[in-house]
């Protein structure tokens, strides 16, 4: 079991910036992990994600203006947003997979991001 907890959203202006965390009950080793985000409406999208070897990959509408990125030694995983947009508006989701077979896979509880003036 890994437990995630996220925090760091809340209400910003078109054009600001926030930094998501999500804190793993255990270390990072050996995990996958991404942030996902759903607005109003049944689809989760992926926004970022890192591999247990440091690869990343952004989906399209992050490149420019989203960064993912963990520490090992605080067990954290984050999300550095820049240059938001109203669009950007969603619960924020983190994701651990493991590197088990068959994997695992455990999400945090989300944390609303609102961009609007």
């Known amino acids: 079991q890994v437990q995630l907890v996220e925090s760091g959203g809340g209400l910003v202006q078109p054009g600001g910036s926030l930094r998501l965390s999500c804190t793993a009950s255990?270390?990072?080793?050996?995990?996958?992990m991404g942030w996902y985000r759903q607005a109003p409406g049944p689809q989760r999208e992926l926004v970022a994600q890192?591999?247990?070897?440091?690869?990343?990959n952004l989906a399209d509408s992050a490149k420019g203006r989203f960064t993912i990125s963990r520490d090992s030694a605080k067990n954290t995983l984050y999300l550095q947003m820049n240059s938001l947009k109203p669009e950007d508006t969603a619960v924020y989701y983190c994701?651990?997979?493991?590197?088990?077979?068959?994997?695992?896979?455990?999400w945090g509880q989300g944390t609303q991001v609102t961009v609007s003036s």
């Open positions: 255990r270390d990072l080793s050996r995990l996958s």
């Open positions: 890192i591999s247990s070897s440091g690869f990343t």
């Open positions: 994701r651990a997979v493991t590197a088990t077979f068959p994997p695992q896979e455990f």
